[in-house]
């Protein structure tokens, strides 16, 4: 398949405002959102309208030098929706591979971040005209086959973006790598304790940019503005809750498989991005100095993770130093170390890896390190509260033999 005609960085042309001005009086009939004059316009709910169309949804990747898993993660999509790929620059065979895997191609000859890399695709591709939703997925990420209908369910009026369930890709190849292990407890911790709270309250305070779909008139919105913050879809998620653009929702079951870091250094690096980028959004978008059910869900996000950095170690470092002079600190260790146990022992059950309960010591060390890499944030993102959002690769498993297997 031929690479989109629409090559070269700065070949796409400008008249932005134009086109969403029209796109957002063509999209909001059906999905009840604002106009561009700020007029509120009757939706057609497809409950209560059987005539309705079925909306039509794309999905694009943005990709630097992803040869090593681009091809995978096609593979796994493009039953469920038109593919689009635009390569920011690479210097690898990402655009072979993509081609090679039935997507659509659009390779820009500069490396100009995925912002832009998104923008110009979009643009050059035309899908804020072609389809009502448009899924952002990394390169490295496997679907699961029912990924979009999961997650079209929930696109309904009012909804700004999906957002679906992130899981670890904790591969055969990786089943003794702590770091994978530790990653795909988090992340189950994060939606059964957090994402599913917030859900019932309607204030999600996190969206993966691995994995969300967006309503394209919305996408529309946020491509126009320059990203302030080192995390894209912070900035994104941030606007649409602030600015009312639309509800962000939950689907639990539209699961997502990501590749996570396997070594320390890169486990740490992009720990660090992540929270320097959420950090740098709480300071630009003021989070918690107004009234609204995401600024109190925020707040309380803020208050944990004060706790769970320090207060949380004074008081267990004040209980070890009772049990020291009380002759009890085995005791105070053992249950320590036992509800590490249980819980890695109900996440194994719920992953179905019976792995994780070996990997407690890992489990307790990345624990403490992710209270260093908070400090490291909150210290960055004081120094630098805005940044340029560019990338860097980092490296991943090969999947090209699965791919082709």
């Not at 134009?18 to 957002?24: A, E, V, Y």
């Not at 999600?204 to 919105?221: C, H, K, L, N």
Request: glycine share 8%; proline share 3%; hydrophobic share 40%.
């Amino acid at each position: 398949m031929p690479s989109h005609p629409a090559t070269e960085v700065g070949g796409l042309g400008n008249g932005r405002a134009r086109r969403r001005r029209r796109h957002l009086s063509r999209t909001s009939r059906a999905t009840g959102a604002v106009t561009a004059d700020g007029a509120r316009l009757a939706c057609t709910h497809p409950d209560t309208e059987p005539a309705a169309r079925a909306l039509t949804a794309c999905i694009l990747i943005a990709s630097k030098d992803g040869e090593a898993t681009i091809g995978r993660t096609i593979e796994h999509c493009r039953s469920q929706a038109d593919v689009y790929v635009v390569s920011d620059g690479s210097t690898d065979q990402t655009v072979t591979e993509a081609q090679r895997s039935g997507a659509t191609v659009m390779a820009l000859t500069e490396n100009v971040g995925k912002p832009n890399a998104l923008r110009k695709a979009y643009d050059g591709f035309r899908l804020g005209r072609r389809y009502d939703a448009i899924l952002v997925l990394d390169d490295d990420t496997r679907l699961a086959p029912d990924f979009m209908d999961e997650a079209m369910k929930l696109m309904r009026p009012g909804v700004a973006v999906v957002c679906g369930e992130t899981r670890s890709d904790w591969m055969y190849e990786l089943r003794w790598n702590g770091l994978v292990g530790s990653r795909a407890f988090a992340y189950w911790r994060y939606g059964l304790f957090l994402k599913a709270g917030q859900q019932v309250i309607d204030a999600i305070t996190v969206i993966p940019g691995a994995d969300s779909v967006f309503r394209t008139d919305v996408m529309t919105e946020l491509l126009e503005r320059e990203v302030r913050y080192i995390v894209d879809d912070t900035q994104w998620l941030l606007d649409i809750q602030t600015e009312k653009m639309g509800r962000v929702v939950y689907a639990r079951y539209a699961r997502a498989y990501v590749q996570d870091p396997t070594s320390l250094g890169a486990w740490y690096h992009q720990t660090l991005r992540w929270l320097h980028g959420s950090m740098q959004g709480i300071r630009g978008h003021r989070i918690g100095r107004t009234w609204s059910w995401f600024s109190v869900s925020y707040s309380a996000l803020i208050v944990d993770w004060i706790i769970y950095v320090l207060a949380w170690p004074a008081l267990l470092g004040w209980a070890f130093w009772r049990a020291a002079q009380t002759g009890h600190l085995a005791l105070a260790a053992g249950i320590y170390v036992g509800g590490y146990l249980i819980w890695s022992i109900v996440g194994a059950i719920a992953l179905r890896n019976w792995r994780l309960p070996l990997l407690v010591p890992t489990l307790i060390f990345m624990d403490w390190a992710q209270r260093a890499v908070f400090v490291h944030a909150f210290w960055r993102a004081w120094r630098v509260p805005t940044s340029e959002c560019k990338w860097t690769s980092p490296t991943r498993h090969d999947t090209r033999k699965e791919a082709t297997s």
